[in-house]
């Protein structure tokens, strides 16, 4: 069955603090893997990465693959109280896709 | 385009109760999905359908029923609610059999079963 899970479940920080945020996964027929950033209401899309080794980048946040291990991380530099948010991990199989629980950010100023 | 629409944003059922939340897309994706969410679960898929016609079991899809008779609606029903399906729905689709299936999401129902 495939399986998503991330790590941490919750982390709280300083602001200017860098994080990094994991996710692990198990897949029988590996497609894409997703993150989404989920203020209050609906998750909205950060990155889908499909092949290993090549890091997405935005502004401040990074991501990369790997294929062989099965993570994936997200990276967040000089976070900003603006990044405090559910950060979501999604994995797409065969048909499916399936989410982590998503690690809840807390940027304190 | 509209995106992703659903209704209602809110509801409060009674156990035992039947509803239908509405599911809507613009953008003719083939793949449509419903998720619930709630406290410390992240998004767990109830069903989902690839095209029209078509739709399977997710994770969770105990209690629920849905059809795909057109591409553009997704509607889920709740048979006979029940407290344990008070929580957050989200209706999501995204092209399928290319690369691009990023999900677009819709706004939410939060729903109570009292």
């Known amino acids: 069955e495939d399986k998503v899970v991330q790590s941490p479940l919750s982390l709280v920080v300083h602001e200017g603090d860098t994080v990094t945020l994991n996710c692990s996964y198990e897949v029988t027929n590996f497609r894409s893997l997703l993150w989404y950033k989920q203020e209050k209401k609906a998750p909205t899309f950060l990155f889908m990465l499909t092949s290993s080794g090549i890091e997405k980048k935005s502004g401040r946040l990074s991501s990369i693959l790997d294929k062989k291990e099965l993570f994936s991380i997200l990276n967040i530099t000089a976070t900003q109280t603006g990044d405090s948010a559910i950060y979501l991990c999604c994995l797409q199989g065969a048909q499916k896709l399936v989410f982590g629980q998503g690690t809840r950010l807390t940027i304190n100023p | 385009n509209a995106g992703v629409t659903q209704t209602p944003k809110f509801q409060v059922l009674k156990t035992g109760q039947s509803m239908t939340l509405q599911c809507a897309q613009d953008?003719?994706?083939?793949?449509m999905s419903w998720y619930r969410q709630d406290p410390g679960m992240g998004l767990r898929l109830i069903h989902y359908?690839?095209?029209?016609?078509?739709?399977d079991q997710g994770e969770v899809p105990n209690g629920y029923n849905v059809s795909r008779s057109t591409t553009e609606d997704f509607p889920l029903r709740l048979l006979s609610a029940a407290p344990s399906q008070t929580s957050v729905y989200f209706c999501?689709?995204?092209?399928?059999?290319?690369?691009?299936?990023?999900?677009?999401f819709g706004p939410g129902t939060r729903l109570t079963v009292l």
């Open positions: 999501a689709s995204s092209y399928e059999g290319t690369i691009y299936n990023e999900q677009f």
């Open positions: 953008m003719n994706h083939e793949y």
């Open positions: 359908s690839v095209g029209a016609g078509i739709t």
